[in-house]
């Protein structure tokens, strides 16, 4: 596989953990009395438990390897969750799960280097990838209950990059973006609420982003997925498809089609 270029976005524009805080505690606020056993459409064969249960688990196993600095890739997953017996008790554990992770940023510094699974082989990864996580799944609860969802624009073009940078290291747990290769095709996401875009390219070897001082966002895509930040980020971990009337789409149809068959994260 080629090697995919970093991106120019910088990631420190947002406070990650703050972030994490912020969104858990909306999370809990949006799920605080509602029926648990709700389906989660976004999520299909979930409940509001399991989407809490999930988000939780990653909240604490994200922090075990915090405190770990572990260096290479782990081969156990066994962690002390604290998981309530009953369903009742996770929203409240949810919270809990947050000050865990909060515990674990404050003990280890962004810049520590550790092993993680995308490209960014720091602390400061784990903390990005949980609120990306935590984000998406407070907007699936939203869903879920009928709630308008709202992200903010900075977060969420963070949130694409975060996505598109690390999608080239994901097929160990994403094994179909194996597929996304082409004859040097590309593809452009871009904002029009941010100064924004992002163009990837699809070669035999593999995929990645083009680095933008390259001049790459200039430059003809064969395919290009125009909408606001907040859509594009929804759009990116299919919870929006890219036939919504809130997207402006344009050029290679079965490009795009090949790119959202397999990148599904």
């Known amino acids: 596989m080629s090697t995919p270029h970093r991106s120019d976005q ?6 990650h953990p703050a972030a994490v805080a912020a969104q858990t505690a909306r999370f809990v606020s949006v799920v605080k009395g509602a029926d648990l056993a709700t389906p989660v459409p976004s999520c299909p064969e979930w409940t509001l438990a399991d989407l809490l249960q999930h988000t939780g688990s990653v909240h604490r196993w994200f922090s075990v390897l915090l405190h770990q600095r572990l260096q290479e890739r782990p081969t156990s997953r066994d962690v002390d969750l604290q998981l309530p017996a009953q369903p009742e008790g996770y929203v409240d554990w949810l919270a809990a799960s947050a000050e865990v992770a909060a515990e674990a940023f404050t003990a280890t510094a962004g810049d520590t280097p550790m092993w993680a699974w995308g ?3 720091h602390a400061r990864f784990w903390a990005r990838r949980m609120l ?5 799944h407070r907007v699936d609860a939203e869903l879920a209950l009928g709630i308008r969802s709202e992200i903010d624009t900075a977060l969420a073009v963070d949130g694409v990059d975060e996505f598109l940078v690390n999608l080239p290291f994901a097929s160990f747990f994403a094994p179909k973006t194996a597929n996304l290769r082409g004859s040097d095709r590309s593809i452009r996401f871009s904002c029009t609420d941010a100064d924004r875009d992002w163009l ?3 070669r035999p070897d593999g995929f990645g982003l083009e680095a933008n001082d390259a001049g790459a966002t200039d430059s003809p895509a064969d395919a290009t997925v125009r ?7 929804l759009l990116a971990y299919g919870r929006l498809d890219r ?3 809130r997207f402006e ?3 290679d149809q079965e490009l795009l ?5 397999n990148s599904a994260f």
């Open 10 to 15: 910088d990631p420190a524009a947002v406070d």
């Open 119 to 121: 490209a960014d082989q």
């Open 132 to 136: 990306f996580e935590t984000l998406v």
């Open 200 to 202: 990837v390219r699809l």
């Open 227 to 233: 909408g606001s930040a907040a859509d594009l980020l």
């Open 243 to 245: 036939a919504d009337k």
């Open 249 to 251: 789409v344009h050029g």
């Open 257 to 261: 089609a090949h790119w959202f068959t």
